[in-house]
Every structure is written in structure tokens, then in C-alpha cells.
């Protein structure tokens, strides 16, 4: 069992940054697979980035060059930080794991792009 707790969402200007944190209830460094998705209103969940164990990152191609996802294994926390936000940007952000064959999700945290 893993539990995950999102927070730094917000409400942010366009072209502003936010920092995500997703803590774990547990050692990530074991953890194989943790990536973040997001979810905007009316719309399907969505996958944004993926940090693998061994430090290795994938991102979707909309925030390709603008987000960054990273990992702290002695605090049990990765991290997303995104820069130049767009509105297209707003919506519920909810980190996961992949351990074996299950998966953890946060209770999300809310990132809204407005002016």
C-alpha cells in the first residue's frame, strides 16, 4: 500500500510557474514507475510525465520543454514543475504509482491558468 499526497496547485497567471510535490506514504526508491496526470473539466484524465526509477523522464508533447518531473528518494517525493503556464494548462493535477501490478493515485490538486 502507498498512499500519495499532492500539493502546490493554484491559481497562476499565464506564462507563471507552479511546483507539484506528490508525497509518499512510503520509500519511493523502489518505486518503478511514477508519473503525473491531469485531468481539465469535461475532459478525459491525461497523462503529463513520467519519472522511472532510475532517473529517466518521458513527458506528453504539450508540456514538452515546460515542464520538468523529478524525484527525491530521501524525502519519498517527486516533483513537477511547470513553467510558462497556458491556460490549457488548468486542471486537476493527481500523481501515480505503479507498484507490481497496482496502481496509487492522489486526491489530486487543483492548477488553474487565469488572468
Known amino acids: 500500500q502507498v498512499q500519495l499526497v499532492e500539493s502546490g496547485g493554484g491559481l497562476v497567471q499565464p506564462g507563471g510557474s507552479l511546483r507539484l510535490s506528490c508525497a509518499a506514504s512510503?520509500?519511493?526508491?523502489?518505486?518503478?514507475?511514477m508519473d503525473w496526470y491531469r485531468q481539465a473539466p469535461g475532459k478525459q484524465r491525461e497523462w503529463v510525465a513520467v519519472?522511472?526509477?532510475?532517473?529517466?523522464?518521458l513527458y506528453a508533447d504539450p508540456v514538452k520543454g515546460r515542464f520538468t518531473i523529478s524525484r527525491d528518494n530521501a524525502k519519498n517525493t517527486i516533483y513537477l514543475q511547470m513553467n510558462s503556464l497556458k491556460p490549457e494548462d488548468t486542471a486537476v493535477y493527481y500523481c501515480?504509482?505503479?507498484?507490481?501490478?497496482?496502481?496509487?493515485w492522489g486526491q489530486g490538486t487543483q492548477v488553474t491558468v487565469s488572468s
Open positions: 519519472i522511472y526509477s532510475g532517473g529517466s523522464t
Open positions: 501515480h504509482g505503479l507498484v507490481i501490478a497496482n496502481d496509487y
Open positions: 512510503r520509500s519511493i526508491a523502489r518505486i518503478n514507475v
